[in-house]
């Protein structure tokens, strides 16, 4: 392991004059990296290098504690250091085995005030980034602590733009991405992906548990900052010691693709705290969900209620006849009625609607080899649904629902919070708050063996590794916003998501719209914007271990030609590799199914036509496949033409490659099913 320890170099001071200042600097496995931690004026710094060049320019490092002035700190002694290189399992994921090589360095600071100015800063350097934690575990057991702020900078050395929506607003994380230079942002979520001509790196956090959801605010140019999503009174977070922060991480790349390949954010979690967790099992579901966002039912009670026992039923058919593992049904519960966002303490989440028959439409997909999937949506009534989660988890155990999709549909910044003295309280979607309740929803729901969905969610910081019921989550514009049309999502969208929002986990985008023109809609703007063969190619660049085919049963089977491919993806997998990427323009994605020989290929483009050449060498080699393409046909275009698609079949090899043709808003999904191994290549 090569690392400097007290190691002397160049640091320009703000007069302009260079100083010699001392750090504990530690290296990346392969040399890639080097993270240097060190103090200058009794302030915390660290600045990070790839290769020897620039990566992160002298940022500040701490926290302040309400109360106390901020401490002048030295570092106390020499760092303490771990390398570790091993390999461990997903039960399920978009890799089944992940390499875990790093080396670690612990620097211990040491302050002139109260016991919270000693503290260690624990970092971990990988080729491909880093994360740093802070570790309170000086402060003692049970003394209670208020963040008032982390100090945490992030300066990236040279010019770079910035893929990013803005942080505190009403609809939470359901915004379009716009690229800016890095000095445009004003306060923005994470995964932050910024791009220069040389490298791209993505900020974010790993293992957010009882802490604030970081945002990171530009103070200054070119600089942001750690921002945490208050508490209704304004202190960011709450503990009692001892304690440690979140990692906060930075992915580095020189390609796009790279970052979509990391498996950083999990390897900073903790190990699954479950044990056998094979009840939390990978799924392809339908469900009653499209035809609400298209008006033609409603979640509430009345003549066009969905979530009927018959309507159930009729879905359950469609799943157990095309080979789908679940239905989701929403509406299901009382309470929808009238002002439901206004009124979520309302909810019952054991209580059916008198036409939906729990017991009966269980055990009747049971006989059909189907598992019901079931809805909490809490509107934000955080105490109502505290008060029932119990009693309703126990109840799906006893009729076998094994998975549950949570909602959250509040405006950000209302969540409602009631303290014993009846005063209440409005909370931000992912403060301290939020965290602690997500997290107190994931592990109830583990000891009744049920896997959690959760849609307006805390945003995914790998805690999937730990608590692997915590399957997938929405926290982005997902497929609904195509049906409302005010506006619905571009084309670009699903090439910026993989580059941005899902370096953070999977997420539930719900694709597979196949009445793309939804009855003869016009307005492109007000339709979904990509072809059908996008839809399709959906399935493998958008990664969720439980994925929806979310339209309607009859308009699948108008093209059962081109459901067959849905019908035949997997949603866990062996091994992942994003072949070819640029944010907001193209990508392609290849996926081996897990315990098996077959491949998929999922490309996707823009608003703008392409051809990629995409080469096939992620295949065995001593393999043949039958290569089964669905592609937009020649006149295909998401304005004019979008379910123009072909089918062609194709003998391919490790050696190939191909030439893929896509249309405006358009895509490719090619299964490579495995032939037999001849004996002659067996030998």
């Known amino acids: 392991m090569k690392s400097s320890t007290w190691a002397v170099f160049a640091l320009l001071a703000t007069a302009g004059v260079s100083q010699v200042v001392a750090a504990e600097c530690v290296d990346s496995p392969g040399n890639v990296l080097q993270v240097c931690v060190f103090t200058e004026n009794g302030s915390a710094y660290y600045e990070v290098t790839r290769k020897g060049h620039p990566v992160l320019q002298r940022s500040a490092l701490g926290l302040v504690f309400e109360g106390e002035k901020v401490p002048r700190l030295v570092v106390a002694g020499t760092a303490q250091r771990a390398s570790r290189d091993s390999t461990w399992e997903q039960p399920w994921g978009e890799e089944r085995r992940i390499r875990d090589r790093h080396n670690e360095m612990r620097v211990s600071l040491r302050g002139d005030t109260q016991n919270t100015s000693a503290f260690d800063i624990v970092v971990r350097a990988f080729d491909d980034g880093f994360g740093f934690r802070y570790d309170f575990m000086g402060v003692p057991a049970g003394r209670a602590v208020a963040i008032a702020d982390e100090l945490t900078q992030f300066k990236p050395a040279g010019a770079y733009d910035a893929w990013w929506f803005p942080a505190y607003e009403k609809e939470r994380d359901e915004y379009l991405y716009e690229r800016t230079p890095l000095d445009r942002i004003t306060k923005a979520e994470t995964p932050l992906t910024l791009e220069s001509s040389q490298l791209y790196l993505s900020i974010h956090e790993a293992a957010l548990i009882d802490y604030a959801s970081m945002t990171l605010e530009r103070t200054a140019t070119g600089t942001l900052k750690a921002d945490l999503m208050p508490w209704s009174d304004g202190i960011k977070v709450r503990r009692t010691g001892p304690f440690q922060t979140p990692w906060r991480t930075v992915l580095v790349s020189e390609t796009a693709a790279g970052l979509a390949d990391s498996r950083l954010t999990l390897n900073l979690n903790e190990p699954n705290k479950l044990g056998d967790v094979s009840w939390a099992k990978p799924a392809k579901y339908v469900g009653i969900w499209w035809e609400m966002h298209l008006n033609r039912s409603t979640w509430g009670s009345g003549p066009k209620h969905g979530a009927t026992t018959a309507n159930t039923k009729r879905y359950i058919d469609f799943a157990a006849k095309y080979g789908f593992d679940g239905v989701l049904v929403e509406g299901w519960n009382t309470g929808w009625d009238g002002d439901w966002i206004a009124n979520g303490a309302n909810f019952s989440f054991t209580k059916s609607y008198p036409d939906f028959n729990l017991a009966e439409v269980t055990a009747y997909a049971r006989?059909?080899?189907?598992?019901?999937?079931?809805?909490?949506?809490?509107?934000?009534?955080?105490?109502?649904?505290?008060?029932?989660?119990?009693?309703?988890?126990?109840?799906?155990?006893?009729?076998?629902?094994?998975?549950?999709?949570?909602?959250?549909?509040?405006?950000?910044?209302?969540?409602?919070?009631?303290?014993?003295?009846?005063?209440?309280?409005?909370?931000?979607?992912?403060?301290?708050?939020?965290?602690?309740?997500?997290?107190?929803?994931?592990?109830?729901?583990?000891?009744?063996?049920?896997?959690?969905?959760?849609?307006?969610?805390?945003?995914?910081?790998?805690?999937?590794?730990?608590?692997?019921?915590?399957?997938?989550?929405?926290?982005?514009?997902?497929?609904?916003?195509?049906?409302?049309?005010?506006?619905?999502?571009?084309?670009?969208?699903?090439?910026?998501?993989?580059?941005?929002?899902?370096?953070?986990?999977?997420?539930?985008?719900?694709?597979?719209?196949?009445?793309?023109?939804?009855?003869?809609?016009?307005?492109?703007?007000?339709?979904?914007?990509?072809?059908?063969?996008?839809?399709?190619?959906?399935?493998?660049?958008?990664?969720?271990?439980?994925?929806?085919?979310?339209?309607?049963?009859?308009?699948?089977?108008?093209?059962?030609?081109?459901?067959?491919?849905?019908?035949d993806v997997p949603t866990d997998w062996e091994r992942s590799r994003t072949l070819d990427a640029k944010i907001g323009d193209y990508i392609a994605v290849a996926r081996q199914e897990r315990g098996g020989s077959d491949w998929y290929l999922g490309v996707l483009t823009d608003e703008q036509p392409r051809t990629l050449n995409v080469s096939l060498d992620f295949l065995d080699p001593k393999r043949r496949y039958e290569a089964q393409i669905y592609r937009d046909a020649p006149q295909a275009d998401y304005r004019t033409h979008p379910i123009a698609y072909e089918i062609k079949r194709q003998s391919v090899s490790a050696t190939d490659q191909l030439t893929l043709k896509l249309a405006p808003g358009g895509g490719t999904a090619i299964r490579f099913k495995a032939e037999p191994i001849a004996a002659s290549d067996e030998r």
Not at 398 to 420: F, W
Not at 450 to 479: F, Y
Not at 489 to 503: A, K, S, W, Y
């Open 367 to 567: 006989r059909k080899g189907v598992s019901l999937i079931g809805h909490n949506e809490t509107a934000g009534a955080i105490q109502n649904y505290e008060s029932q989660l119990e009693a309703g988890f126990k109840q799906y155990e006893k009729y076998g629902v094994t998975s549950v999709k949570t909602g959250y549909v509040k405006p950000n910044g209302t969540i409602q919070r009631s303290t014993p003295d009846g005063a209440a309280h409005n909370e931000w979607f992912a403060g301290q708050y939020l965290v602690r309740h997500h997290q107190l929803v994931a592990e109830t729901a583990a000891r009744y063996k049920i896997a959690i969905d959760a849609h307006e969610p805390v945003k995914d910081t790998g805690l999937r590794r730990t608590w692997p019921n915590l399957m997938s989550r929405e926290g982005a514009r997902g497929q609904e916003f195509n049906a409302w049309g005010d506006p619905t999502n571009p084309p670009e969208h699903v090439v910026i998501l993989p580059l941005t929002r899902l370096l953070a986990g999977p997420m539930d985008f719900t694709p597979g719209i196949f009445d793309i023109t939804e009855g003869g809609k016009p307005t492109v703007a007000k339709r979904v914007q990509s072809t059908l063969a996008n839809q399709l190619a959906l399935y493998v660049v958008i990664y969720s271990p439980l994925h929806m085919a979310a339209d309607l049963p009859e308009n699948y089977e108008k093209h059962l030609d081109a459901f067959q491919f849905i019908r």
